[in-house]
Nanobody, 123 residues
Framework: QVQLVESGGGLVQTGGSLRLSCAAS????????MAWFRQAPGKERTFVAAINWSAGTTDYADSVKGRFTMSRANAKNTVYLQMNSLKPEDTAVYYC????????????????WGQGTQVTVSS
């Protein structure tokens, strides 16, 4: 059974940095896309970034391009989201997700989800 476990969230000031981790288990993820989504209070869950597990190619939402970087460590079955120059509007619960095949930016495309980790950016 696939399990995704996020960690690394916390409270940070505007302009600060955080690195989120997502440890994946339960299968081989070659051919999968791993992604980060976020959900602010009262809002829908939205796409942040994605990475192709095999090729390492990435895709980002416009709102985080140039500030966030997604990477993976195949040997550890872990993906990361390095978040720099954080803004109050980045405050949300961040979720790790996985799907077979290419990139996707909608929640309905992803089969597996973690429990989420809270990121709070203070002004």
């Amino acid at each position: 059974q696939v399990q995704l476990v996020e960690s690394g969230g916390g409270l940070v000031q505007t302009g600060g940095s955080l690195r989120l981790s997502c440890a994946a288990s339960g299968r081989t993820f070659s051919g999968y896309t791993m992604a980060w989504f976020r959900q602010a209070p009262g809002k829908e869950r939205t796409f942040v970034a994605a990475i192709n597990w095999s090729a390492g190619t990435t895709d980002y939402a416009d709102s985080v391009k140039g500030r966030f970087t997604m990477s993976r460590a195949n040997a550890k079955n872990t993906v990361y989201l390095q978040m720099n120059s954080l803004k109050p509007e980045d405050t949300a619960v961040y979720y790790c997700a996985a799907k077979w095949g290419g990139f996707g930016t909608t929640t309905s495309q992803y089969n597996y989800w973690g429990q989420g980790t809270q990121v709070t950016v203070s002004s």
